[in-house]
Each structure stands twice: as C-alpha cells, then as structure tokens.
C-alpha cells in the first residue's frame, strides 16, 4: 500500500483528523479516519431527512462530476451532496465531452483545472487513472469508483448502514459474494471492513477470485452454503461482464444455481441476517427478488439515502481548509450515531 494514497497536503486544524487532501481509496486511511466519515454522514443523514435538507456550507465552491463510466446512483448522489451543501455543480459525462473527440483524460482534466473547480469527482475504467489525474490538478479529488480498484465511498456508506442498523462494524462476520475478481466495492469494503475490525468472507467460482485475496485479510470460498454459515451481513455483487475479456461462467442460469442468493442458500446464514447490493442489481442472476424486496432484511434501498449523506459528508471534509473561518460552520450538522 502506498502511503500517499491519499495524501499531498498537511493536516488541517479543521479536518476532524483526517489528514488526506484527496480520497483515493479505502487502503490507507486508518479507523480513526473512517469513524470520522461516518460520524459526519449521520449528521447529514439527519439533515437531508429534514425538512430544508441544506446548508449553505459550499456556497461560492465549485464541484465537478467527471464520469467516463455510466452510473446512476453515485453520480446522482455526489450532485445531490454537492447541492445540499449550497456548492455550484457541475455534472461531465464522456459521451458529450472532448475525450470523444480524441483529448487525453490528462489533458481533459488540465482544461478543467484551468476553471478553478474545488472538487473533482472522478469515475474511469482504468484502475489507477484517478490517482494519475490527481496529481495533475491542485484542487480535491474524490475516486468514484476506478477500473476494479477502489469504490471508496461505495464502500463508507456500506460501512454506514451497517453501523446503523447494527451499531458497530467490529466483531460482525460479512460475506462478499460475486464477481470479486473485477469489483472495486469489493476491494474498498474488504479495506474498510478489515480496518474496522470486522471478518470478511468472500465467495465465487474460482474463476472470479483473484488469486491471493487473503493478503488483503479476506478469507476466500468457493461454496456459498459454507461462506454464508454464522454470517450478519450477506452484500451481493453484480457480474461486471463489462470487465470481463472471454467467459468467466458457464450460463447465468448455472451461475445462479450455484451463486445467487435466494431464500434457501440465505438460511445458511444467522437468522437476521441483512442482505446488501451497491446497485445496480440484475434480479435472477445475483440475487432473487425475494430477498432482494425483503423488506425486513434488505438494506438495499437504505444504501442509497445513505450515498448522499456519505457525499455530503467527503464533500465537506475535503474542502474545510478552503473555507474562512467565519463560514457557516455551526450548521454543519453534529456527528455521533
Ligand atoms: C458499483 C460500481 O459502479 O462499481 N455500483 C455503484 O457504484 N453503485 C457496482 C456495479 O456497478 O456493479
């Protein structure tokens, strides 16, 4: 892991201690780190459940949205954050930008520092490209979501909801289950979740797990029955056949027999065990629409509200040495669960 992941500039009085300028990823952000985060999130999971939902925290900060993936939710929620916290947002998508035309994602990403925006956000297909573009501009950068490398806020409002509900994250046993071998939510929450003092299992033919996944802390099984046996939390993943260069599994059909969740494979877990999907979901391959609509035990749906509180809360951290001293502070909302 390198050490300057996630970092480039000192710690700021304000940052609470987390000491990054940029968020790159999971790996190397400590638990004091990511208690912050979430201590911060439930503050705005409060406000955004209020009545005005705002604050006027962002006012006069520029924050771009530059995805060269599609995305429904995380690009939504990080406009949402932005605009709750009275920042000016701009959303970019490849499909109308210059990179269609043949620019550099380095030379894209020079234009737009050019314009003075005070956050990036950045998705791209390649692993690696958005700490490569960080380097490059002197504002904020948030990952949101790189190649199958790192998820990170994915990752923290996973953490968040499972805290919520369960009130800690330490001593819980988590299975991933799915297509690990190209998930970047797998790779960030095995991070977090580690650091956090949780178990991790995770479960898929061998054809989609990396090999060596136990350096990462993460214990690997082949057998969904086995790795769902005593666990609290069950998080599903989608195939990313987008990632996929040949046949990774021999049907879908097959794939879910073997790997999908449904109520059978589920009561291999403890009781009240909670089910989890970052989205976006493919009902029939992965998971069932049984246990996906459950509603007493899928937090599917608590996931989403949680991306925005989670933005809102990564928003603010990076940008509190860019506002005076007399900015609105007081209405940045109290941590604590
Ligand atoms: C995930 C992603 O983009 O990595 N989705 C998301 O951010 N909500 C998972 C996926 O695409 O399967």
Request: glycine fraction near 8%; aromatic fraction near 4%.
């Amino acid at each position: 892991m390198s050490p300057t992941l996630n970092s480039s500039s000192p710690l700021a009085p304000s940052s609470l201690g987390y000491r990054h300028r940029h968020l790159l990823g999971i790996e190397g952000l400590s638990a004091q780190e990511i208690g912050v985060l979430l201590d911060l999130s439930d503050g705005y999971v409060a406000l955004s459940r209020s009545q005005s939902k705002k604050t006027a925290l962002m006012r006069g900060l520029t924050v771009i949205n530059l995805f060269f993936e599609t995305s429904t939710r995380t690009r939504t929620s990080f406009e949402l954050a932005g605009k709750r916290l009275g920042a000016d947002v701009i959303n970019m998508s490849v499909s109308w930008s210059s990179i269609k035309k043949g620019e550099t994602l380095i030379d894209t990403a020079m234009t737009l520092n050019a314009m003075h925006p005070d956050v990036l956000v950045v998705r791209h297909p390649d692993s690696g490209a958005v700490k490569l573009l960080s380097e490059k501009v002197n504002c904020a950068v948030i990952n949101a979501g790189d190649g199958s490398h790192e998820h990170p806020t994915q990752a923290l409002l996973d953490a968040l909801t499972i805290r919520r509900r369960r009130g800690s994250l330490a001593g819980l046993v988590v299975a991933i289950c799915g297509d690990i071998l190209h998930s970047r939510v797998a790779r960030s929450n095995i991070h977090l979740l580690t650091t956090m003092g949780a178990t991790v299992r995770v479960v898929a033919p061998p054809t989609l797990l990396p090999a060596a996944i136990e350096l990462l802390g993460a214990e690997p099984f082949f057998d969904m029955r086995k790795a769902l046996e005593g666990c609290d939390i069950v998080m599903m993943l989608r195939l990313q056949t987008e990632r996929m260069h040949g046949s990774y599994v021999p049907s879908t059909r097959e794939y879910f027999r073997f790997y999908g969740l449904d109520r059978d494979k589920l009561a291999a877990a403890k009781p009240d065990a909670l089910i989890m999907h970052p989205g976006p979901m493919n009902r029939g391959i992965e998971i069932d629409s049984e246990v996906a609509d459950d509603i007493d035990r899928s937090l599917i749906r608590a996931q989403v509200e949680m991306g925005v509180a989670v933005r809102m809360a990564c928003l603010d951290m990076l940008t509190r040495d860019l506002r005076p001293n007399d900015a609105p502070r007081e209405s940045a909302p109290a941590g604590g669960v």
